[in-house]
C-alpha cells in the first residue's frame, strides 16, 4: 500500500495495528488484486449467457449473440442501476411497514413529525383524521404506488416535480411508473437478446433514475422524518476515537436506521445502564456506523447513550480493530463479507439485523421485525453485555481523536436558518457571494487514491472558490472527519462564502445525511428553481461524487443527470469502451435533459470545471 492508505490519521494508525496482526482489512485486499482487468473496466466484458464470457476487442467487434460495444456498455451500467434503486426499494419497503406497524401500535415508535406524515399524505390522497390511522393508510399506500405498472405515471412524480421536467421526461418517454415495475422492465430489458439497443437502455436508466428520486427516496426519508423527527443542525462528533473501550459498545451498522433507534430507546433504561455496569463497564453505549449513523446523528443529540458516528464504510474494519466493539449490528447494505474473521479476532459478536444480509461468520441473527423491534433491542443488548465481559480483558487499540461537528441541515434545516424561506440564499447567489451551490454525494473508495482524499480535496477547492457544498452519503463522513462541517472551515473558504456562512453561524460544508437524502436533495433543487422561474437544468448548481463505489451511487447519478444537472463522478464508470456511449454521457445528453457527466482526479481541475460551468449559469440567468 501507499505510505498513508486514509486520509484521516485514526484510519491509517488502526491500519498498522491490522497489518501488524497479520490481519485481513480492506487496504491490502485492493492491493493484493493488482492490475484490474481492461474489458471489465472499460464495460466490455459480458458473461450473461452459456456462450461467454465474452469480450469486445479487436476481431470481435460483437459478442456472439451479436451485442456491439454500445449496448454492452450501456446494459452493464443498466444492470448496475437495477441493483441501486431494488436497494432503496427495499428500505423504502421497510419504511412502510414500520409506519403500519407503528401506527397499529405494534412498535416502540411513535409519529415524532406529524407534518411529515401530512406531507406524504397529501400525495397518497389520504385524509384520515387521526394520526395513527393516517401512518397506516401512508405507510400501505407508499406500498401500492411503489407498485403502479411502469405505463402509468407515478403520482409521486406527477406531484413533486417541476413542471417544466415533467414535461420534458414525458416528451423523452423517461416518465416512470411505479418503481417495481420499472425494475422489471429494466431486469427484462436487460437480459440476453433481449434490449441490445444503446439509447433505449439509457432511457431506462433514466426513468429508474426519476423513479428513485422522487418515488423511493422521498418517501422513504419523508417516513423517517414523520417517525424519527426532522434533522434540525446540533454539534456532534465523529471518527474512532469516540469509542470508548471501558464502555459496552453497540454499532449499528448499515443504511436503515430501525434497529439503530429501537436500541437508543432501550439503552436509556437505567436498568440497562446498571446491567452494563454489574459486567464491569462504566455503561452501555450506541455508536453510529456509516449510514445508519448518520441517519441516527442527523436526528439525535448527543446524550450519555449516543454518542456519535464512527466514519464511512472503509471505516468499519478498523473500528473494530479497535477491541472496543461488542456487537456489530448489520442491517441493509456495507456490511463487509471479511468482517467474521475480524470479529472473532477482537473480540466482537456480529449479530445481523436485516434479512437479506448474509456475512461469513455472523455470531447471531436478530433481524428486523417492526413488531419485535424493541424485544430485539433488548436480545441485541443482552450479547453485548455478555460478550464485554469476555472482551474486557483482550488487547485494546483505542483511538484517541475525535472530531467535533455540526450536522442536521435538512431542507427544512437550511430554510431555517434562513429565516423561513429561500429568499437569502437566492439574493446571496445573485449577489455572488454564493456563486453556487454543490451537492457533494458520494462513497469511498480506494480506486483513485487514499481513503476519502480526493473528496476531501474537491470539497476544499470548492469552498475557496465560494461554492456552498451540500454532503450527503459515506462523502459526507470523509468531510466530517476531516472537520469541514465545522465552524472552523469557515476559514477555508472564499471571502463570499464565508461571510455569509458567518452571518448564519453554519459551516461552509453543510451536513446534509446519506445517499438516500438525494430525494430530499432533488426536492430542494425544484424548489429553488421554482422560486427563480427557471428550469432545474437552469440553475448554478452541479453534482460531483469525487469516490463514488457501488450500484446506489450510479442511480443517483442518473438521476442527476435526469433532473439536468452537471454531474462529476470519480473513478471514471466503466463506460469508456464505447465511443458512442461516452459521447452521449459527456456531450449529446446535455441537449437532451441538460445534465452531462464530467471526469476527473485532480481536485483542481474537477473544481475548475465545476466553477465554469456555475459561471455559465449564472451568466445565463443574467446574475
Same mark, same amino acid.
Request: charged share 20%; with cysteine.
Given at each position: ?16 495495528? %491490522? ?6 482489512? #480492506? ?16 464495460? =466490455?466484458?459480458?458473461? !450473461? ?10 476481431? &470481435? ?24 434503486? +431494488? ?28 407534518? $411529515?406524515?401530512? %406531507?406524504? +399524505? ?17 405507510? $400501505?399506500?407508499?406500498?401500492?404506488? %411503489? &407498485? ?9 412524480? @406527477? ?12 416528451? /423523452? ?10 425494475? /422489471? ?13 444503446? #439509447? ?9 433514475? #426519476?423513479?428513485?428520486?422522487? &418515488? ?10 414523520? !417517525? ?72 439525535? +443529540? ?14 468499519? @474494519? ?106 437569502? /440564499?437566492?439574493? +446571496?447567489? $445573485? ?22 482524499? !480526493? ?31 465545522? =465552524? ?20 461552509? #460544508? ?73 459521447? /452521449? =454521457? ?32 449564472? &451568466?445565463?440567468?443574467?446574475?
Amino acid at each position: 500500500m501507499p505510505e498513508t492508505m486514509s486520509q484521516h490519521e485514526t484510519v491509517n494508525a488502526q491500519y498498522e495495528v %491490522m497489518v501488524g496482526d497479520e490481519a485481513t482489512n #480492506v487496504a491490502d485486499r485492493y492491493e493484493a488484486q493488482g492490475k484490474r482487468c481492461p474489458f471489465c473496466e472499460q464495460g =466490455l466484458r459480458c458473461s !450473461l449467457c452459456s456462450q461467454g464470457p465474452c469480450r469486445i476487442k479487436p476481431g &470481435a467487434d460483437r459478442g456472439v449473440c451479436g451485442i456491439d460495444a454500445a449496448g454492452m456498455v450501456m446494459r452493464n451500467m443498466v444492470h448496475l442501476n437495477i441493483m441501486g434503486l +431494488a436497494a432503496y426499494g427495499h428500505h423504502t419497503r421497510d419504511v412502510a411497514e414500520t409506519l403500519i406497524a407503528t401506527g397499529e401500535g405494534k412498535t416502540p415508535f411513535r409519529i415524532v413529525d406529524e407534518s $411529515k406524515l401530512d %406531507m406524504l +399524505a397529501s400525495v397518497l390522497g389520504i385524509e384520515e383524521a387521526d394520526v395513527n390511522a393516517r401512518a397506516v393508510a401512508v405507510g $400501505k399506500g407508499i406500498l401500492d404506488s %411503489m &407498485a403502479q405498472c411502469s405505463d402509468e405515471e407515478s403520482i409521486w412524480v @406527477e406531484a413533486l416535480a417541476p413542471e417544466s421536467r415533467k414535461a420534458l421526461w414525458r416528451e /423523452l418517454g423517461i416518465f416512470p411508473g411505479g418503481p417495481l415495475h420499472e425494475l /422489471l422492465d429494466s431486469t427484462t430489458r436487460s437480459m440476453t437478446n433481449i434490449d441490445g439497443d444503446y #439509447v433505449s437502455l439509457a432511457k431506462a436508466a433514466l426513468r429508474m433514475g #426519476v423513479a428513485t428520486f422522487y &418515488a423511493v427516496q422521498v418517501p422513504l426519508e419523508m417516513g423517517q422524518d414523520a !417517525l424519527f423527527g426532522t434533522p434540525q443542525p446540533h454539534a456532534a462528533h465523529v471518527d474512532l476515537g469516540i469509542l470508548d473501550p471501558d464502555y459496552v459498545n453497540i454499532l449499528p451498522n448499515g443504511h436503515e436506521p430501525f434497529m439503530g433507534f429501537a436500541l437508543v430507546q432501550a439503552a436509556e433504561s437505567e436498568e440497562v445502564q446498571q446491567r452494563a455496569r454489574e459486567a464491569g463497564a462504566k455503561g452501555l453505549r450506541i455508536v453510529g456506523s456509516i449510514e445508519t449513523g448518520q441517519e441516527m446523528m442527523q436526528r439525535l +443529540a448527543e446524550s450519555d447513550v449516543f454518542v456519535g458516528m464512527t466514519g464511512n464504510w472503509i471505516c468499519q @474494519e478498523y473500528a473494530i480493530a479497535t477491541g472496543a466493539v461488542d456487537v456489530f449490528a448489520m442491517d441493509m447494505n456495507c456490511s463487509v463479507p471479511s468482517l467474521g474473521e475480524i470479529a472473532d479476532r477482537y473480540g466482537t459478536k456480529l449479530v445481523t439485523v436485516s434479512h437479506v444480509v448474509g456475512v461469513p461468520g455472523t455470531h447471531e441473527r436478530v433481524d428486523y421485525v417492526p413488531e419485535e423491534a424493541a424485544e430485539q433491542a433488548q436480545r441485541i443488548i443482552d450479547i453485548a453485555i455478555e460478550n464485554f465481559k469476555e472482551r474486557k480483558d483482550r488487547p485494546r487499540h483505542p483511538v484517541e481523536h475525535r472530531q467535533e461537528i455540526l450536522t442536521g441541515f435538512s431542507t427544512e434545516a437550511v430554510l431555517g436558518a434562513l429565516g423561513g424561506t429561500l429568499e437569502p /440564499l437566492l439574493d +446571496a447567489v $445573485k449577489s455572488g457571494a454564493i456563486k453556487g451551490i454543490v451537492a457533494m454525494v458520494s462513497c469511498t473508495t480506494l480506486k483513485n487514491g487514499p481513503q476519502d482524499s !480526493l473528496t476531501t480535496a474537491v470539497v476544499k477547492e470548492l469552498i475557496k472558490r465560494d461554492i456552498l457544498v451540500l454532503s450527503a452519503g459515506c462523502g459526507n463522513a470523509a468531510t466530517q472527519v476531516a472537520g469541514l462541517n465545522s =465552524l472552523e472551515a469557515q476559514e477555508l473558504a472564499g471571502e463570499g462564502l464565508r461571510g455569509v456562512c458567518e452571518a448564519l453561524g453554519v459551516p461552509p #460544508v453543510l451536513s446534509f445525511g446519506t445517499c438516500t437524502d438525494c430525494g430530499r436533495l432533488a426536492l430542494l433543487v425544484g424548489a429553488v428553481a421554482d422560486a427563480l422561474g427557471v428550469d432545474t437544468a437552469a440553475l448554478p448548481v452541479a453534482v460531483t461524487a469525487p469516490e463514488y463505489m457501488e450500484q446506489k451511487a450510479t442511480i443517483d447519478a442518473i438521476g442527476a443527470l435526469a433532473l439536468g444537472l452537471y454531474t462529476h463522478v470519480s473513478p471514471t464508470p466503466p463506460v469508456t469502451g464505447s465511443p458512442e456511449v461516452v459521447k /452521449l =454521457l459527456t456531450e449529446d445528453l446535455e441537449e437532451i435533459t441538460g445534465g452531462k457527466v464530467a471526469l476527473g482526479e485532480d481536485a483542481v481541475e474537477v473544481a475548475e470545471g465545476i466553477a465554469a460551468h456555475i459561471d455559465e449559469k449564472r &451568466a445565463a440567468l443574467g446574475i
